[in-house]
């Protein structure tokens, strides 16, 4: 919602980007054609975890902010927004959306460490509670949205991928899964569970990343990506509903 530290495109940016690419297509195919397209493309959208990672939840900088707007008005916000971004893609011609919600962020290895407990992953109570709150009631409101927008936009197709609940299963049952590691990553600086300093030139790399659930501080790693991607492709609809990315794409 916000641009920020990194030089993140925020999605306002990237819609007018699409936006742009659109009329380029139609103005090189024609309207019919390129509408039809379009129409018939897939388009995936994941936003949230930056806007509390590096909003919300900042240390220290975000405390002024935090004490003027509550958790249930912050995310109210972000709800109100990304309906209207929604709606835009839905004007320019998106029908077939897949809008992955917010992961459980508490367990990421940089709030484990600036906000959790120290207690390893294979206790209870390991992921900071707080922001896994924060992710929790978002969700519930964008899976209102994604429901109203389906029923109230002819001919939509919104999926509701929850990744929330993908991501906290692997992270549960890691060793199930394959990885041997589900609270540190794997490239690391400082920081019981790695998550202090970003991944970069000085940073130290555990001998097979495969077997890490977290590549660094805050994203996954390839392996966690690629189980993560299958099930929201073919995952049962506790995964994604009402279908499955497979579905939508050849069924729908």
């Not at 990237?14 to 936006?19: E, M, P, R």
């Not at 309207?31 to 129409?39: G, H, I, P, Y």
């Not at 805050?218 to 966690?224: G, L, T």
């Not at 579905?247 to 729908?252: G, I, N, S, Y």
């Amino acid at each position: 919602m916000v641009l920020e530290q990194g030089g993140r495109i925020n999605l306002d940016a990237q819609i007018d980007n699409y936006g742009s690419n659109r009329r380029d297509m139609i103005a090189r195919h024609g309207e019919v054609a390129a509408v039809s397209q379009l129409r018939g493309a897939l388009f995936s959208v994941t936003m949230g975890s930056n806007d509390f990672i590096n909003n919300y939840l900042v240390p220290i900088l975000s405390v002024p902010e935090r004490a003027v707007t509550p958790p249930e008005a912050f995310i109210n916000g972000m709800i109100a927004k990304y309906r209207q971004q929604l709606i835009r893609l839905y004007l320019l011609d998106a029908r077939k959306v897949v809008v992955v919600n917010v992961g459980p962020i508490g367990c990421i290895p940089y709030l484990r460490d600036i906000m959790g407990t120290g207690v390893p992953s294979s206790a209870a109570g390991a992921c900071a509670e707080f922001p896994n709150q924060l992710a929790q009631s978002f969700n519930r409101k964008l899976r209102a949205l994604v429901n109203e927008l389906s029923v109230s936009l002819a001919g939509s197709r919104f999926l509701y991928a929850d990744a929330y609940r993908i991501v906290s299963d692997i992270i549960d049952n890691y060793r199930s899964h394959g990885f041997e590691v589900a609270d540190s990553a794997c490239c690391y600086v400082g920081g019981r569970f790695g998550g202090l300093v970003p991944c970069g030139p000085t940073s130290r790399y555990c001998a097979d990343r495969s077997k890490y659930v977290f590549w660094d501080a805050y994203h996954p790693s390839d392996a966690a990506n690629a189980l993560i991607a299958r099930r929201i492709l073919d995952g049962d609809p506790a995964d994604i509903s009402p279908v499955n990315v497979r579905q939508l794409v050849f069924h729908a």
